[in-house]
């Protein structure tokens, strides 16, 4: 079924305010103000590899040093960025509905970049991880911890470093678990890799029973955290869309802003003066 697609902020403003169960869902388009590259286009690229297959554990088990390069960079870049305003807008906007009895927010974002807490989201499912967190490859250990070192070990301290000079960086001077001295790997979900079982349940319950779904910065090519807002649609429930591209968008979305996320957010849910 396909529905009139609208822009009219006043149509969407008279949704959300009716709306008690709203369900945010966020990608990389959300931190593009940021400063923070998007995945799929020109910025998807470092040293010369493509993102895409450096977040694997194959990319991972063949060079540990090239793939830790690659997340030591991301690191420095989104401990250094600052939320913009498409991110407070989303954590004022979940302080109000927490205000209001009966009414609920929670943001479901793909981003590993902790924008979203920084700028002050508490009802958060940082559905891929988190670059400030690093897991033991010790299946017997898998401990998770706040990590916030840059360079993550000294031996990363060179942010020019080619491919083979990274290739060449000793297992020794990878960082290593504090309880078991094992390799660690950044606490990210990595293509091919299984959401934790509970947490996509969650996800697919809010899905289910929230009344308004917002969609921002994402492409919706990542399987299966794009089936959540196609839910909400399908069922004839409202998706309000904000994006850079109208051209990806799905017809039954009721609602799509075009244009950058830190203008056209905040306007849409009335923030014009954060
Ligand atoms: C703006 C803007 C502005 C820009 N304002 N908008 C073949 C091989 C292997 C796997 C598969 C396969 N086929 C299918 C799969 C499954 C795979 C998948 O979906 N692949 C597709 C890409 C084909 N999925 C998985 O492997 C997942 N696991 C899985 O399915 O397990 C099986 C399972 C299922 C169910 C239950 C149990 C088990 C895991 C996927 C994990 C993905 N992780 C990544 C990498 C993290 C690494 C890292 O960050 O270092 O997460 S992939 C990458 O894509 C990253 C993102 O979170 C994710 C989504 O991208 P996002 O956020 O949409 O960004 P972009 O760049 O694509 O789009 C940006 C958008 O913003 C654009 O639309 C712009 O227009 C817009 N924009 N500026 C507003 N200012
Ligand atoms: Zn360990």
Redesign the pocket.
Known sequence: MSVKRLCDINSFKSILNSSKNILVL?????S??SGIP????PG?FWNNHN??E??TVNAFQRSPSLVWG??NF?RKIAFNAKPNK?HVALAKLEKEFEESPGRKMTLIT???DGLHVRAGSKNIIQ???A?DQVKCTNPNCRVITLNMNVPITPAFSNDEMSNEELAGIQFSELPKCQLCNSLVR?H????????N?NV?ARCGDLAEQCDLCIL???????????QFALTVADSGRTVAE????PE?SKDNFKFFFS????I?LPHALGYDNL
């Open positions: 966020t990608g990389a388009g959300v593009a103000e998007v995945f799929r286009g998807g993102a895409m450096l977040a690659f997340y991301r498409a793909q981003n590993v559905l891929h991880g670059l950044p990210i979900l990595w293509f091919g890799e299984s959401y079982h996509l921002v910065g994402t492409s919706m090519t990542v399987y299966p955290a794009n904000f994006n850079l591209n990806a244009g950058p996320c830190g056209t």
